[in-house]
């Protein structure tokens, strides 16, 4: 990387949320602009640098065929590219659209749906480029983020676990909100939230996506088995967030009769 | 101690003292509360923070809380975490370093821990931190802050009077009564008109706090009492595991085609490791602030159900969940043998209550010990080609 690296910030199909996790990270905000120049970040400047850039994080889905070929130049003026969060992982919650007809939907939200120029699919900006990093999340976790920063800044690897939400339940101390009756898809959704919901006795809601080997099919039959929920619900619990990630994509379906 | 203090009794009225002189002593008191919807181990005050007439019901994948028709304020079994994440948190800095371009650094993490007094702690509980001692407070692998916040606690035991469901402390002869290894150990008694504590002293610290503690001697009649609560907990057990050969039996049922039996219901969440008592593995991670000129390095509790967790050159050995469940199961029961001269495995059935989808280590041990008798069913090579689904 250069004396002071130059990271750009890209929106594609999304609700700016992850972009957002950004600002919010008012303390170390003005640290990094030290360390960092940032070249394009819309949420808090107008101000654009041309390419190349150090590093591209990504937010949202390609959605539009304009945002097909946008994603091809961005991956080819950056260094480093992370995709962040569920949107841009994994497609996110527009990706239901993928389980329907487009043109129902097109129908049914805009007044004018000869406007509206959209491809069938929502798909993950890994599935048009090469993509370094992932970070998960709807919104993505901010510490998350800072860590990845300064983990490239430093040329080390970035620590972003792979394994289930339980792990980070355990080590904080909560008592298992599912045990004790309440359906969570903590078991089958990788960590890096610090088990949020959980911690403020709901179920994990699985908007990290799955986790390093899910068993969706497992979780899914003992919630059906203790009556904890019926095949609809679970349908409905693998396709939220991250309803195009292939292993809720295929749980999901499964339970779909 | 060369002349054990007799018995004596402490009446529930008087219990409150117990906490207080401890936290007196400066000792940050540790005993159960209710808190969500569970009984859990958090700091305690006084004998008003205790789950006074709350009790659980436990079963494979299953926890709730439930009122009991008396008052007593032990009334419960294992809950979800052990003493284990006070002696060895989830999440500690070992050491941090400073430096920039002239200077490297390198600081311990010097915090003194705290001095923890534990009240109600199981007889499994109590086995398990004393395999956990085995662990790391060994010459070769001491973890020496583990060890000062060992030499610090005061244990106060208490015999069960009831089990959970899932409870098997007497199969694996831990429980449920404290033979050894605390300070003062407890058996409530709750009788008609009478209710109070069955008092031992097993330490000379005990003594000492025995000393400020208003009691009267214990009876025959109490001991029995005190008796009679242990025997109930023991024949309440529905869950067993036969100890006998279980080493030789696991270490046989390798390329057994039940592992992946199992695999097809475990999740690799690795909750079971996470609430085992025994269970020691952990990870380390660096951090580094937006400098460059501040590290830390932080122990974190692990799991061998990670796929990382077998990472070594060129990706991990455990690549199938069933090779995972093989070795949790392995280690507790059978190599945990080899390697410290203990079972791993304490009894306290916390890895089955909490498993969120109920798989339940007595039970998967009968599965290889009922195959092993049958031989139709023995997974050894050419069978499992042909048993597989
Ligand atoms: S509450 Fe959910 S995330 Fe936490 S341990 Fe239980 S199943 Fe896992
Ligand atoms: S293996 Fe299960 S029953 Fe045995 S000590 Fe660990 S958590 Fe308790
Ligand atoms: S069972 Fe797994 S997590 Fe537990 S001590 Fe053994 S290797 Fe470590
Ligand atoms: S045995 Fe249960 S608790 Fe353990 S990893 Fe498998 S599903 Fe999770």
Redesign the interface.
Known sequence: MSEKPKLAVWKFSSCDGCQLSLLDCED?LL??TG?ITVANFVEASREVLPGPYDVSLVEGSVTTPHEKELIQEIRKESAILISIGACATAGGIQALKNFADVKDYVSAVYAHPEYIKTLATATAISEHVKVDYELRGCPINKEQL??VV??L??K?RP?I????V??EC????T??V????TP?M???TQAGCNALCPAH?RGCYGCFGP?????GR??GN?MID?KMAEPKDLVRMFRTFNADAPAFKEAGNSYEK | MKDAMPAVCIDRADFDSVIKALAGDGYNVVGPVL????I?YDEISGVSDLPEGWGDEQEA????TVKRNDKALFGHNS???AWK?FLYP??ERLWSAQGDNAEFKIEPNAETPPKYAFVGVHACDLRAIEIQDIVFMNPETADPRYGKRREGAFIVAVNCAQSAKTCFCAAMGTGPRAESGFDLSLTEIIEANAHYFVATVGSARGETLMQKIKSRPATDADLQAAATRTENAQKQQVRSLDREGVKELLFSSYSDAHWDKIA????????CT??CPTCFCSKT????????NHADRWR??D?C????FSYIHGGSIRKQ?ASRYRQWMTHKLASWIDQFGTSGCVGCGRCI??C???IDITEEAKVFREEKMDPRLRGDDEVVKGTKQ
């Open positions: 170390e640290a990094i360390v800072l860590e300064i983990a800044l430093q080390r620590n676990p792979l394994y289930s339980c792990i355990k080590r904080r101390g008592s298992c599912m045990v004790k009756g969570c903590g078991p089958v006795n986790m390093e080997m899910p068993n497992s979780l003992w203790k | 808190r969500e919807g569970a859990i994948g299953t926890y709730r809950g979800q975490q994440k989830s999440r097809e219901r475990c999740l690799s969440c690795a909750n996470m609430v991670e660096d951090t580094t602030d937006l400098s460059g974190l509790w799991s159900f990670t796929v990382d969940v209550t909490w969120p989808v109920g």
